[in-house]
């Protein structure tokens, strides 16, 4: 046949995205030169995508394990204890991040919901019900020529499958800025809960156990899609566009009704979503974690395209397939669940004991690799990386020498407000449905989504998070940065923070200084996870986020995105951001008059000033924890009505952001943010916008003095800045000079415009 003849020469080989060393480690493998159909397996198993050749050695360092850790990194998602359901039954959340980052740049709809799809079949695998979708997006300039094009596209991707699909958009972030410009980010989260003792693996097991093929039927679409998302763009980017796949969200969903329906029976062995990759690493990662071997028949995969042959079907990546072992016997009753969901159902093969991958076709073999250098045996790279001294050097970050005198703080905060940093994202979360299902509590504008447990008063609160500025002026506090506010995020609606999902995106690994970022990253990472009782479950990596096509190799700020998921035992005691009516007492916790207000990479200096100085805040993990398990006490308690915690653009953007969202103003005492040390050099503006790390804001009824007593006695810094109520933000209270008064309908107004005005222009 042509594919087992042609011939594998060098343009094929690179054309394949191997280097010459790891073709010489394919000829060592199989002992002979492979096929075509061999090469295209070993190329996207080994492609970054799948086999994490440049970040296996650092992932390792993270820490993954807890008492409520049930099963940690190495299967679709992760699992983690969340206690006890209706009647007693003990349940899990499954969760976890992944990337669809090259596919939506070169086709936004379709990159984008195939992402929603592919994160939402690696959840419902396991055997859990998705009960919330989440994302993470970034994008470029909004005056860029494609980036209007790229928000509208990834947005409506996202809406449009998740609608449809049934399961609720409930949160996310989305971040604008120029290194993105040619190389935007869709980070895809799903959360689902199940039975604990009917979670799935994919582990392949049992000679002669029948292997099964069920969803959608194969076509072209996605061919190469690993070796894709495993590459920079240059100026032909837009010719990878048939590697993209084409999702089906109704497809999607009768796929987890028929799975979910067989996973009540005891037919399953094990199961496997044909994500990246597909059939080729659905097969491979199912034997080699049963330590089994696999044999397939080509000509029993269905097939929506004539003519297709054994190399497009295993390299394909058409969406809504999965890949089972069933118990001998139990055929017929798979087939006909299926068949009732009206979804393509065959038997394709077979497990065996030989440790090899055999692919027949049309009579003959077609392939035979052993499953050890497709997977355990993969290529391991400890790549060089500056040391963290030259990545300074490198990074050439300004010092911040001179920070800007104070101004007219009013007006500044409306610029802030109006940025694209800070401005409502109504425009993007008006289009998903955040509702069906009916057990969402709390969705996108405050600090984390909250969905109750059906059928009980527990609930699961999820959150994403990264700052890549402060990742990429110093990789080692930004990764710790990303982890505590997170963890913030969780805390702030008084949700215990259990267990992180991550989707790691980082330029070329073959450029020591991205290769610090990634270490630096994990480092910070990893001792913020230690710190808080956070391990990290699941997660993904994306690397090669760069672009020829916008400037001579740029990549892309360093962003580790981060997913947070905790749980809360009483859903009726959730806090909210929002003001409350009636007069409120406004208390910052964590707060430290002997702390210098910390500007470094601040919003402030960016949108301002114009400026990217300074190092970024410090993260004191001690008092992370110590002020998050304060804060979980006082809404346990119910002694606070509103909680929102302090991160971007600072105190006075977190004041602005509860007045707006609760339609209640405030007056700030601005003694509050004098230094007592040494009044003349102090500028209102610094502190108001700083932004320290480990801080929230809290109200309490204005005749109640429990919060500072409290704080006292557990040795937590709390300071009463101000009080809610009236139209206003007043920075001034009477009997002080006062820095001016911002309206809440003018606020409102600049805060809601941005989208607004550039969708409808």
Not at 462 to 471: A, E, G, V
Request: aromatic content about 6%.
């Amino acid at each position: 046949m042509p594919e087992s003849s042609s011939a594998i020469t060098p343009d094929v080989v690179a054309a394949h995205g191997l280097s010459d060393d790891e073709y010489d480690r394919v000829l060592h493998a199989l002992g002979r030169e492979p096929n075509l159909v061999e090469l295209g397996i070993f190329s996207v198993m080994w492609s970054e995508h799948c086999s994490y050749k440049s970040s296996r050695l650092h992932l390792k360092k993270l820490p993954t394990e807890a008492p409520w850790v049930i099963c940690g990194p190495g299967e679709n998602a992760g699992v983690i204890d969340i206690g006890e359901g209706t009647n007693g039954t003990k349940l899990a959340a499954i969760f976890k991040m992944e990337s669809h980052n090259h596919p939506s740049y070169i086709e936004p709809y379709q990159g984008a919901a195939t992402g929603v799809g592919g994160i939402l079949r690696d959840v419902f695998t396991m055997g859990a019900r998705p009960v919330a979708n989440m994302n993470a997006l970034r994008f470029g300039r909004p005056d860029h020529p494609k980036m209007k094009h790229l928000v509208q596209g990834v947005v409506s991707g996202i809406g449009g499958y998740g609608n449809c699909v049934g399961v609720p958009t409930v949160g996310g972030e989305t971040n604008f800025h120029p290194s993105y410009d040619g190389n935007i980010l869709v980070n895809a989260m799903t959360v689902g809960v199940a039975e604990q003792d009917k979670i799935f693996y994919s582990a392949a097991t049992g000679l002669g156990n029948p292997i099964v093929y069920v969803g959608s039927r194969t076509g072209r679409d996605g061919i190469h899609g690993a070796t894709m998302a495993s590459a920079e763009f240059d100026e032909n980017s837009d010719e990878k566009r048939p590697t993209v796949q084409v999702g089906d969200p109704f497809t999607e969903k009768l796929l987890i009704e028929a799975c979910l329906e067989l996973m009540a029976t005891d037919a399953i062995v094990a199961i496997q979503d044909m994500g990246a990759a597909g059939l080729t690493s659905s097969s491979v990662e199912m034997a080699s974690k049963g330590e089994a071997g696999i044999r397939l028949n080509m000509n029993a995969v269905p097939c929506r395209e004539e003519g297709m042959t054994p190399y497009e079907m295993m390299l394909s990546e058409s969406q809504e397939r999965m890949l089972m072992v069933l118990k001998p016997g139990r055929e017929g009753e798979a087939e006909a669940i299926f068949r009732k969901w009206e979804l393509d159902f065959a038997v394709i093969g077979e497990v065996t004991d030989t440790g090899r991958m055999v692919l027949d076709w049309n009579g003959e073999t077609v392939c035979d690799i052993p499953l050890g250098p497709l997977a355990d045996e993969a290529p391991l790279y400890d790549r060089p990386y500056l040391a963290p001294a030259a990545y300074k050097t490198w990074a050439n970050v300004a010092p911040l020498t001179a920070v800007p005198e104070q101004n007219d703080i009013p007006a500044q905060l409306m610029q802030m407000m109006a940025a694209p940093a800070l401005a409502s994202r109504r425009w993007i979360w008006e289009q998903y449905d955040s509702q069906v299902g009916a057990d969402t509590m709390q969705k996108s504008g405050g600090d984390a989504a909250v969905v109750r447990i059906h059928g009980t008063n527990r609930a699961l609160a999820m959150t994403t998070d990264c700052t890549p500025r402060y990742c990429f002026a110093d990789p080692v506090v930004g990764g710790r940065q990303a982890i505590a506010e997170a963890y913030r995020n969780l805390t702030a609606v008084g949700a215990t923070p259990l267990a992180v999902t991550n989707c790691l995106n980082f330029g070329s690994p073959q450029r020591p200084e991205i290769m610090a970022q990634i270490v630096g990253c994990l480092q910070g990472m990893g001792e913020a996870c230690r710190a808080l009782d956070f391990p990290i479950v699941s997660g993904n990596v994306s690397l090669y986020n760069e672009s020829k096509a916008t400037g001579g190799g740029s990549a892309i700020l360093p962003t580790p995105a981060i997913g947070g998921v905790g749980v809360m035992d009483d859903a009726d005691r959730m806090a909210t951001i929002a003001f409350k009516d009636g007069a409120h007492k406004i208390l910052l916790i964590g707060a430290d008059a002997r702390a210098r207000p910390e500007l470094g990479q601040s919003l402030w200096l960016e949108v301002c000033h114009g400026r990217a100085d300074g190092m970024p805040p410090q993260v004191d993990l001690a008092a992370e924890r110590r002020h998050g398990e304060f804060v979980r006490k006082l809404i346990a308690e119910e002694f606070v009505t509103a909680v929102h915690d302090v991160s971007d653009g600072g105190i006075l953007v977190a004041v602005a952001e509860m007045a707006l969202a609760g339609d209640v103003g405030a007056v700030l005492k601005m003694a509050a943010f004098e230094d007592q040390v040494d009044r003349e050099k102090y500028r209102h503006a610094w502190s108001l916008f700083a932004e320290n790390q480990a801080r929230y804001l809290v109200t309490e009824p204005y005749d109640s003095h429990v919060v500072e007593k409290m704080a006292r006695e557990a040795g937590v810094g709390c300071c009463f800045i101000g009080w809610t109520g009236g139209d206003s933000i007043v920075l001034g209270a009477e009997g002080e000079a006062g820095d001016g008064a911002v309206a809440l309908g003018e606020l409102r107004r600049a805060h809601e415009a941005f989208f607004k005005d550039w969708m409808e222009a």
